[in-house]
């Protein structure tokens, strides 16, 4: 079985508030005695389920456009339920039971939950949880072997705590101590219950020349 868990990017993804959204603006039109249906599609890179290389917060990190579709394929994969409330900054005691799984994992599947608020834009995006400093320290600790990690909210920094969580990005995209292994971040993913079990997971990102994340589609292969 394959499971999706990314959203559909479209005109309502929920966005930042003061920058301009995903949008589609039709070119031709065959409704209209065009010969062909054909559209321009506006977005930031950073809308809907995307996937950030660390080019977007260290400026000697890669770009995503730079990465093998080899190092996209996850078969180690963990996921984690925690409880978080709209705010809430994500500290190591909310990760403790990170020693009860596979020290091997090669991406970590956040679920809060969070995605339920998807339909609101405002709450989702403006009072989004996110990670602290110290919980992106505990889990670059917790697992030598980490390359991605994926949450169901819309970025690793809630709007509330900004400065907190352009740290953990930081530690996440090898600024600092894990400057020789950073890994991705996957945000605003599709995390539905129930989960089944994961055996591999694509990550499959807009190559486009240049770009420091992109938007991406994400499948698994289920275990039946």
């Known amino acids: 079985m394959v499971i999706k868990l990314s959203h559909n990017l479209s005109e309502s993804t929920p966005f930042y508030g003061k920058l301009p959204g995903p949008r589609l603006d039709r070119l031709y039109d065959l409704a209209k005695g065009d010969g062909c249906n054909s559209f321009y599609m506006t977005t930031s890179n950073h809308a809907g389920t995307h996937v ?55 991406l970590l599947i956040i679920r809060s939950g969070f995605e339920e608020y998807r339909a609101d834009a405002e709450m989702y995006v403006d009072h989004s949880p996110g990670f602290s400093r110290a919980a992106a320290d505990f889990l670059m600790r917790q697992f030598s072997g980490l390359k991605a990690l994926a949450v169901d909210f819309v970025s690793i920094a809630a709007m509330s705590h900004m400065e907190e969580g352009c740290e953990a990005h930081r530690v996440f995209l090898g600024c600092e101590e894990y400057s020789s292994r950073p890994i991705l971040l996957i945000e605003d993913t599709h995390l539905p219950h129930p989960l089944p079990e994961l055996d591999r997971v694509y990550v499959v990102p807009w190559f486009f020349d240049g770009l420091d994340s992109a938007p991406c589609v994400i499948f698994a292969e289920c275990r039946d």
């Open 52 to 106: 950030d290389g660390p080019y977007h917060f260290n400026p000697k990190g890669r770009k995503i456009s730079e990465y093998d579709m080899s190092e996209l394929i996850f078969t180690k994969t963990v996921v984690m339920d925690i409880q978080v409330s709209p705010d809430e900054l994500i500290l190591p005691e909310h990760l403790d039971a990170c020693s009860a799984f596979r020290e091997d994992c090669d």
